[in-house]
């Protein structure tokens, strides 16, 4: 059991954070909080795509010539490298979550502006009393 | 010629949604006439590739030259040749129409809101055009953040139900992305037509089955599919009116044409059938949101509200579709999706043009609407006997479609719900023509005037003549379904069906 928790230590790490980022979009009620849950959420799946490139041992980088040891050759063999690309799809997904996140805080600025606090309960109220 | 057209269908509205803040610096009205002009670009294109499908076959295009498994592929085959002519042809009536809308809602924001139209335009075509998995996904991000944009440009209640909907639709999103992942680390391509070649040995790996059940669940949040409908209804009505009639025929259908393309084209469909049982759920899901969404729609004071619970009932039957895994089934979702695209775009415009001459769309407030403005609702007409089915519409083609998917499978429960569902229908929308053109209207107008003294105060010549398009082609589509069914849609539907 111990063995399954600290081989795949990193796929456990990114399901607690997602959970976290879950839980705060579902049960905070503060709108800025639910915005900070999204982001962990997003982080969690970017970590995720990032630690699933890494290996250990002797591998290089593919632009590197592979092998200190036994004299220079291109790493060709899959072993030999770590792969670069859920890398780069990553830096992609970074920059739509921070857009995401630029996008939501805007959106806040004219909750505020219009209501006066970010609090969701409180806002559900004035709605209320506007519509009675 | 037409072998570059997949690029340019994407370029061609990015770059001018990059470029219209020059073209409106001066004066933001100009970039009506450059959104017009774009997207009439973009039908010819879209148009073309339909064409070109038909006559030589599905097209693949090699972005950058590099060959598929390892450079992103954008592959043309029945199903995107399908979709890029409706996104294209709807997008541009919608347009040609916001011009009176958008200057009245959002006047001085002309050039952000066109940018932003654009914007989505690309995105929802990348969608569809890619065949690229995680290119669906930054493409899918485009379309959703530019629709925030937009929705939270809307009236009073529209930034918290634009919040609600960015924190729904990242759930989704980021869902499918780790389904992506999961089939990434798996098969070590993104490819789609690879993946899904390379995945039928391993469709009882955990690693598979989940990543096909996190895909399925992010895409029913962005298609809102009932119990994830929640975002939808507050985000569409609170939207300015013909943003609204953009989204709502457009943005759903598009997620719905990716549950298509990821439930029979990257997993085969026996996966979802019988390794997991996701169709039976999805099928009940899906009939649960019809009858879900046409009460609460019954419910509705306002047209406006009561249109975007339509939809979501209407997502209901197209997932049912999909879901039922069968020809008739999936070619009655296919047809349901264009019929829904020409009939909520129409019903949607009108909902816009009785906001722009009366400032609201509460159905009490309708007395005496159809001698104010008889064309308009004459397409109002029109797209409620598509909603609900009466022939020569497209809705009754496509109604009868799903009707013999539940049948050849014998799914009882499903044809009673149909039924139901339909006459559900007809309830909620004889009301509003009720009022419109039975009730007189109220002595307090001050000088309740006789039936034929009421003066006609129809919308601009800009606004009527796509409400009327809309309604043709409501009726066109219904026409043509047939040969419709029988040049692309029957190419659509899987070996082994």
Redesign the interface.
């Known amino acids: 059991m111990l063995e399954l928790l600290l081989s795949k230590y990193n796929y456990w790490l990114y399901v607690i954070l997602m959970m976290i980022g879950?839980y705060a979009?579902l049960a905070k009620r503060n709108?800025v909080k639910?915005?900070i849950g999204?982001n962990i959420?997003?982080t969690a799946?970017i970590l995720?795509?990032v630690s699933?490139g890494v290996k250990t041992g002797d591998v290089t980088v593919p632009i590197l010539p592979y092998g200190h040891h036994h004299g220079h050759e291109q790493a060709i063999n899959v072993a030999h490298y770590l792969n670069p690309l859920?890398h780069v799809?990553m830096l992609?997904?970074i920059v739509?979550s921070i857009?995401?996140a630029g996008?939501?805080l805007?959106?806040?600025i004219?909750?505020y502006r219009?209501y006066r606090t970010l609090e969701e309960d409180e806002?559900l109220k004035i709605?209320q009393e506007a519509g009675t | 010629m037409t072998h570059q057209f997949p690029a340019l269908i994407i370029v061609v509205p990015l770059l001018a949604a990059l470029a219209t803040p020059l073209v409106g610096w001066k004066n933001g009205r100009l970039c009506y006439y450059w959104a017009v002009f774009t997207m009439a670009l973009v039908c010819f294109f879209a148009i073309g590739l339909l064409r070109s499908v038909i006559l030589n076959g599905p097209i693949s295009y090699h972005q950058g030259g590099w060959a598929p498994p390892w450079g992103i592929e954008y592959y043309v085959d029945y199903l995107n040749a399908f979709m890029l002519p409706i996104i294209a042809v709807i997008s541009l009536i919608v347009i040609i129409y916001s011009k009176h809308s958008i200057n009245r809602e959002l006047g001085g924001r002309q050039m952000p809101t066109y940018t932003l139209i654009l914007l989505m335009i690309t995105g929802l075509m990348g969608i569809v055009v890619t065949g690229d998995l995680?290119n669906v996904?930054?493409f899918l991000?485009i379309a959703s953040?530019s629709c925030?944009?937009l929705i939270?440009s809307g009236q009073?209640?529209a930034?918290?139900a634009?919040?609600r909907y960015?924190?729904m639709g990242?759930?989704g999103?980021?869902c499918y992305?780790?389904g992506v992942?999961y089939l990434?680390?798996v098969t070590g391509s993104l490819n789609l037509a690879d993946v899904s070649q390379l995945i039928p040995p391993l469709y009882h790996s955990r690693v598979v089955l989940s990543a096909g059940v996190l895909m399925l669940v992010g895409i029913s949040l962005k298609m809102a599919l009932f119990p994830l409908h929640t975002w939808l209804p507050n985000a569409y009505a609170y939207a300015p009116s013909s943003v609204s009639a953009l989204i709502a025929p457009l943005f759903t259908k598009v997620a719905a044409y990716l549950m298509i393309r990821v439930m029979f084209t990257l997993f085969r469909p026996d996966f979802f059938t019988t390794i997991i049982p996701a169709t039976t759920i999805l099928s009940w899901l899906a009939v649960t949101a019809m009858m879900i969404g046409s009460f609460y729609a019954i419910a509705q004071d306002s047209l406006k509200k009561m249109l975007c619970y339509s939809v979501v009932a209407q997502i209901g039957y197209i997932a049912l579709g999909i879901a039922l895994a069968n020809k008739a089934g999936l070619i009655g979702a296919l047809l349901h999706i264009l019929n829904e695209a020409f009939t909520k775009g129409c019903v949607f415009l009108v909902v816009g043009a009785i906001i722009y001459q009366t400032g609201d769309c509460t159905i009490d407030h309708f007395k005496n609407l159809f001698r104010r403005m008889p064309y308009t609702m004459g397409a109002f007409t029109i797209g409620v006997f598509s909603m609900i089915g009466i022939p020569p519409t497209c809705g009754f083609f496509s109604k009868l479609s799903l009707l013999m998917g539940c049948i050849v499978d014998h799914h009882w429960v499903f044809v009673a719900v149909l039924l139901i569902s339909t006459i559900l229908n007809v309830i909620y929308f004889f009301r509003v023509i009720k009022v419109a053109s039975f009730e007189e209207p109220e002595a307090d107008y001050g000088r309740k005037a006789p039936y034929d003294q009421v003066r006609m105060e129809e919308v601009p010549l800009s606004m009527r003549i796509p409400i009327m398009l809309m309604a043709a082609g409501i009726l066109l589509t219904g026409i043509f379904s047939s040969t419709i069914a029988k040049t692309i849609l029957i190419h659509i539907v899987p070996a082994g069906f």
Request: aromatic share 14%; glycine share 6%; charged share 5%.
């Open positions: 879950l979009m709108l639910k915005l999204m959420f997003q799946v995720f795509y699933i859920p799809l992609t997904a739509v857009a995401t996008v939501a805007a959106v806040l004219l909750i219009r806002i709605n | 995680f996904f930054v991000e953040l925030y944009g939270a009073d209640g930034p918290l634009t919040f960015i924190i990242t759930i999103a980021s992305l780790l992942g990434y680390i």
